[in-house]
């Protein structure tokens, strides 16, 4: 449950504004107020969720399959996740049991410390050695995440259940004596029960833990585990591929689109309300947007998302017409103040297109899109990608068999659907 410091600044909607011939305005649909500067300012200084999609993106280019950027990862969660933005502990846990996989793949590793036996007239006598010390600080971040752990998992992650289950196998009841424990191989493990009294394990910390590693090493083996992130991986594949493909075919059909991204969010007191409740108000909006005549909806991406705080929430992706629109700012915060109208909720959603939060955005995809705007469409794949691949990894429970990557219907496509037409043939 991810994945950034946003850090280039794209010239703003304004500049870009300035160079393109007067069009005609848009009014809002009939049961909302045109927008105004001042509610500009308001939206600017009440947006307090912060950008996970932008992060998202930076962190998936972090935590991927290369497992060479371990110690990025690690980095990132430490100094900058936990401290600036309270990841949910269950997706910090799930990440670092991700990145633990990673390290032990990446090195073959079967054991973390190797038995090292003192030569004649060594100073030093038979020991331990540390041999991965980046795994050794991973494993012990998957330790203190797991303690910060207050409520059962409600995420799916095939490596989180592996890492768990190996632990759960060499040390049922002892794990939270490891955290502390593991840098010290030589020592035996020494446990206290219930009563306090303490109990001496026959074995070393080292040999524990080499016992987890080389669970994990096998675990990774398994024919079913391997098929399983088999499967996971095409299902990503094949998700990021279609909705890729019907970009491509927006990018084809208009010369100039504006991009609008809009993040709806419920209030507090309707958190509890199930995906399929959600995903019916999200389609009554677009149902408005569609059918207003005086607005130019040429296409859109959602995606349905489960976060911490948040609960439920959709981030959308909508392509207007550039030859007839150009607020940017006035339209998204139109679809956000649409959404809480339906909902019933106060400000429940985060205009991404303001100006003081596009500066914020490494990859901009927002705002006026020409066709041969490459950069743009290449940061559109980004998001598409960072939405498909982390569901390869993490995705929530209630999620499990739910397409929660969707996109509009193209124009040719939607002449087709309905009752047919049986006098054509007459």
């Not at 060479?68 to 430490?78: F, G, H, P």
Request: aromatic content about 10%; hydrophobic content about 35%; proline content about 4%.
């Amino acid at each position: 449950m991810t994945i950034k410091q946003i850090d280039h600044f794209l010239p703003s909607f304004f500049e870009v504004g300035d160079r393109l011939e007067p069009i005609q305005t848009v009014s809002p649909p009939e049961e909302l107020e045109p927008s105004t500067e001042v509610e500009y300012e308001i939206e600017e200084l009440s947006s307090e969720p912060y950008d996970e999609v932008s992060t998202g993106v930076e962190q998936d280019h972090a935590y991927s399959n290369d497992a060479d950027k371990s110690a990025e990862v690690r980095n990132l969660l430490t100094t900058n996740l936990l401290v600036k933005q309270q990841l949910d502990p269950q997706i910090v846990a799930c990440l670092n049991a991700i990145l633990i996989c990673n390290q032990i793949k990446k090195y073959h590793a079967t054991y973390l410390y190797r038995w090292i036996k003192s030569k004649q007239n060594d100073l030093v006598s038979d020991h331990w050695e540390l041999i991965y010390p980046e795994l050794l600080e991973l494993i012990r971040s998957f330790l203190l995440a797991t303690k910060k752990l207050k409520t059962p998992m409600h995420l799916k992650c095939a490596e989180f259940d592996l890492v768990t289950a190996t632990f759960n196998q060499v040390l049922p009841n002892d794990q939270d004596y490891l955290f502390d424990l593991i840098k010290f191989p030589n020592d035996v493990m020494m446990i206290a029960d219930a009563k306090g009294k303490v109990i001496e394990r026959k074995d070393s910390i080292a040999l524990y833990t080499n016992r987890f590693v080389k669970g994990i090493f096998d675990g990774l083996e398994d024919p079913k585990f391997v098929q399983q992130v088999n499967d996971r991986r095409k299902m990503a594949r094949r998700r990021e591929k279609n909705v890729l493909k019907y970009v491509d075919m927006v990018r084809k059909l208009y010369s100039r689109l504006l991009g609008i991204r809009v993040d709806l969010y419920l209030p507090a007191d309707k958190k509890h309300l199930t995906h399929k409740e959600i995903v019916t108000h999200f389609h009554t909006i677009l149902q408005k947007l569609r059918r207003n005549k005086s607005l130019h909806l040429k296409g859109y991406v959602w995606k349905l998302e489960y976060g911490i705080d948040q609960a439920l929430h959709i981030h959308g992706f909508f392509f207007f017409c550039g030859s007839k629109h150009r607020q940017d700012i006035s339209l998204a915060q139109m679809i956000g103040e649409m959404w809480d109208l339906q909902i019933g909720g106060k400000h429940c959603y985060f205009n991404c297109n303001t100006k003081k939060n596009r500066q914020k955005y490494k990859y901009d995809a927002l705002g006026v899109i020409n066709r041969d705007d490459q950069t743009k469409y290449d940061n559109i794949a980004k998001v598409i990608h960072y939405f498909a691949k982390f569901e390869q990894y993490v995705l929530h429970s209630s999620l499990e068999r739910v397409k929660t990557i969707n996109t509009g219907i193209l124009p040719h496509l939607r002449e087709q659907m309905g009752r047919p037409n049986l006098t054509k043939n007459y």
